[in-house]
């Protein structure tokens, strides 16, 4: 698929729910820059539409973990979009809107102490002559129907042919139509880790619209990508975030979603998916990565003149400095473990742990492993320094990967929290998972 063709799943729920990424926290500190938003569109970084919105800004770097999450050198959050061009979460109303909304809270509570004061001072034998016409007065509240509960069969189901980890064939019963139900049905069993709520998950999926039989664009399709998502935040349509909850990786499911579980009312115009349409997937869990996953595997010890590296399991790593080393001019790498995934890409969503500190005392100014939540970031999209960017393009996922950056391709002349001006950094990273974000 090309970044501009749409694709199931989008951003949020039919319901506009909207879910932030948890690990929006960015490693070291604020990218130089003056002060002023620098966003960078999703059409830069060349990803293919998927099942999600657009990453969350990382954390700038130096702040402390609650700080408020920010993009580049900015003070105020990026919006959640979809780069797919679906329909979009509701973004926050924002400090005016909280006050046009007290403002407005406040005259209608003045008018209901009004109308009461007129019912009870009036004392008119007619009961309803002051009372307002509620039947008449009250707006409609709009509400999204609710998503049923899921079941692992129906009266009616598509036969889907194929195995794991490839495109499936999918047939909907041509005389008959779905009967509603929201069907989850394990097609063949995994052997991997459980998916959680919050668990972090990549699947590969096949689609197709019940009704009208046509197919849905694949992460099969040419140059498609797994979709990688937090499980069970709501942050992708029910079809999808709800489905792979309590499954194990390696499983292949039959999905069966009515409108309530997929794009709702409106349907998604872009795809003809219209508003009564059922649609059906076949998903295969890929992995599933707990916030505070680590990698595992043989460890192969840094060069004599790389910082040693000594693990601590789910807390930050312990780095220690060669005494005296200059700093060096270039990014230098270091392959500590070498997982058997495939090679990450740029424009493509990583998700990571890491550990940073600074390359002349090993004192660690940031770690996600202290949040116990995992950081995701588009790769070669700018949001990290450069060193990131360059450093972990073409690893392979399930890596843990040393890097010494110098400060031309980190923070350069500026300091940033305890990170001081011109500072080599040493970051160790783990790639746990890569795919469509």
């Known amino acids: 698929m090309s970044e501009k063709e749409s694709s199931p799943g989008g951003s949020g729920t039919a319901h506009g729910n909207s879910v932030g990424d948890p690990a929006d926290s960015r490693p070291g500190g604020p990218l130089p820059g003056d002060g002023e938003s620098i966003i960078v569109p999703p059409a830069i970084l060349r990803q293919q539409a998927g099942w ?5 800004a990382p954390r700038t770097a130096g702040t402390k973990t609650d700080d408020v999450p920010q993009i580049f050198a900015s003070t105020v959050r990026r919006q959640d979009g979809s780069e797919a061009g679906y329909d979009e979460n509701p973004g926050n109303v924002g400090r005016l809107g909280v006050i046009l909304g007290t403002v407005l809270g406040v005259l209608l509570i003045g008018s209901a102490v009004t109308l009461y004061l007129v019912n009870k001072d009036g004392s008119s034998d007619d009961s309803t002559a002051a009372k307002p016409d509620t039947a008449k007065s009250a707006p409609a509240t709009p509400s999204a129907e609710p998503v049923p509960p899921i079941k692992d069969s129906a009266k009616v189901l598509p036969t889907v042919t194929g195995d794991f980890g490839k495109k499936a064939t999918i047939e909907v ?12 049905k394990v097609l063949s069993e995994g052997n991997g880790p459980k998916v959680e709520k919050n668990s972090w998950t990549s699947v590969d999926y096949t689609g197709k619209d019940w009704n009208t039989g046509k197919d849905i664009p694949s992460s099969y399709d040419d140059k498609g990508k797994p979709q990688i998502f937090q499980a069970g935040t709501d942050a992708l349509i029910p079809a999808l975030d709800q489905a792979v909850v309590g499954k194990k990786a390696g499983s292949r499911l039959l999905v069966v979603a009515p409108p309530a579980a997929a794009f709702g009312a409106q349907g998604n115009p872009s795809m003809s998916i219209g508003a009564k349409d059922n649609l059906v997937f076949v998903i295969d869990i890929r992995n599933s990565n707990a916030p505070d996953a680590v990698v595992s595997g043989t460890v192969t010890p840094p060069p004599a003149d790389f910082p040693q590296v000594k693990d601590n399991g789910k807390k930050p790593a312990e780095i220690t400095p060669v005494p005296g080393a200059a700093d060096p001019t270039e990014l230098k790498s270091h392959v500590l473990i070498k997982g058997d995934g495939r090679k990450v890409e740029k424009g493509e969503k990583i998700l990571v ?35 990131w960017d360059q450093g972990l393009e073409g690893q392979t996922i399930g890596s843990r990967v040393e890097l010494v950056i110098p400060a031309s391709l980190g923070y350069k002349d500026q300091a940033q929290g305890d990170i001081p001006a011109n500072s080599t950094l040493v970051f160790v990273v783990d790639i746990l998972d890569a795919g469509q974000g």
């Open 173 to 184: 019963p041509p005389a008959d139509q779905a009967d509603g139900s929201f069907v989850v």
């Open 52 to 56: 999600g919105g657009t990453d969350e």
């Open 353 to 387: 742990q890491y550990t940073g500190a600074l390359y002349k005392d090993g004192k660690v100014f940031d770690s996600s492993l202290s949040k116990g939540q995992a950081f995701s970031f588009p790769l070669g999209g700018g949001q990290v320094i450069a060193g």
